[in-house]
């Protein structure tokens, strides 16, 4: 199982060393579980060297796909590799709806994240209205295939998927476990296509979207459900801890 804070754009730098120092010690054993925190960038040096012994991996939100250059306001794979980032998260549906990413710049910033051998948690979801018309899977698949297109992996764990249904991000309202269940399946089916059985069967699969320490443990219990990306409840050290516990069971 992985739990990944996503920290969004909340937290400065006092703020975020207070919040890592609470969950970096009330951790306890990494053993059987997998824990990420992806603070802002701003804050990637500071929580790295807190983080650092604790088990915990840090993470970054958004990458850009060149390595250096003219492109003002970026942060690249290097970066974030010489900041001690393990994770980087792509996009997120945030990235997607706000910034404009596509998903074939999705695709591009992931190859070159494991080419710089950073784990890319690539994030799908669909938005309300295209679930209330059945279209769904459609969405999610196409999301897949084409964010996905043509990365290289030779172990399972060198990426990471996320499914976060857009209606269920920030607003309190979670997916079902039968609607988890059978969008973990689905997406499932999809990375054994892609990436063969030995390593698609395996490549975590997270649920993403209003995970709190009430309903982690029943999200986490649904077949193909790995862990969890956590937002709201990832700023409370109690909260994301408690969510630590729930995939720890
Ligand atoms: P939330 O966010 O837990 O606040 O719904 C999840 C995410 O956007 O990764």
């Avoid at 960038?41 to 929580?47: N, P």
């Avoid at 269940?181 to 993403?208: K, T």
């Avoid at 979207?209 to 309903?215: A, L, Q």
Wanted: hydrophobic fraction near 40%; charged fraction near 20%.
């Amino acid at each position: 199982m992985l739990v990944v804070g996503n920290w969004k754009m909340n937290l400065d730098l006092a703020a975020a060393r207070q919040l890592t120092s609470a969950i970096a010690s009330g951790i306890g054993s990494t053993d059987n579980v997998d824990v990420g925190v992806c603070p802002p960038f701003v804050d990637l040096d500071a929580v790295y060297a807190i983080l650092h012994g604790s088990g915990i991996r840090l993470g970054a939100q958004n990458m850009h796909e060149a390595d250096s250059g003219a492109y003002t306001g970026e942060i690249s794979g290097p970066m974030l590799r010489a900041v001690g980032c393990h994770y980087v998260i792509l996009g997120h549906s945030e990235r997607r709806q706000f910034f404009g990413e596509t998903n074939d710049g999705v695709s591009r910033k992931a190859r070159k994240a494991r080419s710089h051998r950073l784990v890319p948690i690539v994030c799908v979801g669909e938005s309300l209205p295209q679930r209330e018309a059945g279209d769904h899977e459609r969405v999610v698949e196409r999301q897949i295939q084409e964010s996905l297109a043509d990365i290289e992996i030779s172990d399972a764990s060198e990426l990471v998927v996320a499914y976060e249904p857009v209606w269920a991000i920030g607003t309190g309202k979670t997916a079902t476990p039968e609607q988890v269940a059978s969008m973990h399946g689905h997406i499932r089916r999809l990375l054994e296509h892609l990436f063969g059985r030995a390593i698609g069967s395996e490549i975590p699969i997270l649920y993403g979207g209003s995970v709190k320490p009430s309903n982690a443990e029943e999200l986490f219990a649904q077949p193909d459900v790995d862990g969890g990306l956590i937002g709201g409840a990832a700023l409370k050290a109690e909260d994301f801890l408690a969510i630590v516990n729930a995939a720890r069971r």
